[in-house]
């Protein structure tokens, strides 16, 4: 197949790339030329791709079997997105987040069905192009994104809807190397007074789901997470078993409806996704259980 790939050359990205290229698809490259393709032997096409018109032009007289777009963060995107492909490809698959959910606070695990993207507000008037208002709106800037698309594409389309990513030592994040070093130091860890559980995924295992995604033909949301929700505490435990330290709770104060400035992973919300789809489509996802000690250790080798 030929694949254009947006963005997403480094981290879990650059692994898709490496096992789309294993599994013999032509891959093609889209950024902004900031950063470099993990191989020689891929097509490199630069273009901003919220430059409309950039797009069109480099991608003139090209089609692709399948489009991952791994930089889709706004409704206005989207829009732009199914205008440039339209006719130029035959399936999108976008990678989204947990995030989407991030307004549920549920006792069970989130279904794709939890959000309905019909009834999302889709306001491509926002100061998207404001980096610190995007930052500030990724999930909201998402979930715009998926109900643009759901509400018609000129194209077969879904969504991966990704898990808290953990492991590898070039995880450019910071989140689990600031508990590797405040359990290192016996620093205090800011949590909610009710810290609830979360869905993780190892990098490695999401690289292969996307990867996998690419070559199958669903269409519509999937959550994508490993088995085994983790909580703050899982995580502090596997790193004080491997470096020592002691891990430190310091409650933040909690208000009626908003929560302080805390640690990352640490959720006043309960949004942990259900992966049942992805199986009934014919993936397994391992449990946590088999990789957490191997993703706090090269957190743990990178924080040295």
């Known amino acids: 197949m030929d694949v254009l790939v947006i963005g997403g050359s480094r981290y879990f990205g650059k692994r898709v790339i490496a096992l789309l290229r294993e599994s013999g698809h032509r891959i093609t490259v889209l950024n902004r030329g900031t950063s470099p ?3 020689a032997g891929i097509e490199h096409l630069v273009a901003d791709r919220d430059d409309e018109a950039a797009l069109e032009s480099v991608l003139a007289g090209r089609s692709f079997d399948v489009v991952l777009d791994q930089v889709c963060y706004t409704p206005r995107q989207a829009e732009t997105a199914r205008r440039v492909f339209a006719g130029r490809a035959r399936r999108y698959v976008m990678t989204s987040t947990v995030e989407v959910y991030e307004h549920e606070d549920s006792p069970v695990p989130l279904p794709e069905t939890a959000l309905d993207l019909a009834s999302v507000a889709v ?3 926002a100061p998207w192009d404001d980096p610190a208002f995007r930052d500030a709106h990724y999930g909201e800037g998402k979930r715009q994104a998926e109900a643009v698309f759901a509400a018609g594409s000129p194209f077969a389309w879904a969504s991966v809807r990704v898990a808290h990513v953990l492991g590898g030592d070039d995880d450019f994040t910071g989140r689990l190397d600031h ?3 405040r359990v290192r130091a016996g620093e205090p860890i800011a949590v909610p007074a009710v810290n609830r559980p979360a869905t993780y995924v190892y990098v490695e295992e999401i690289a292969a789901f996307l990867a996998w995604a690419v070559e199958a033909d669903f ?5 994508a997470h490993s088995h085994g929700p983790l909580r703050t505490a899982d995580l502090c435990a596997e790193i004080e078993r491997q470096v020592g330290g002691r891990t430190v709770f310091q409650e933040v104060g909690v208000g009626e409806s908003e929560v302080g400035e805390v640690s990352p992973f640490s959720f006043v919300r309960s949004y942990g996704m259900d992966n049942s789809r992805a199986t009934e489509l014919g993936y397994s996802f391992t449990h946590s259980s088999e990789w957490l000690a ?4 090269e957190a743990v080798g990178a924080a040295r």
């Open 37 to 39: 393709v993990p191989d």
């Open 123 to 125: 306001d491509t008037g």
């Open 179 to 181: 508990y590797v070093r």
């Open 219 to 223: 269409t519509g949301p999937v959550n």
């Open 294 to 297: 191997r993703a706090v250790s």
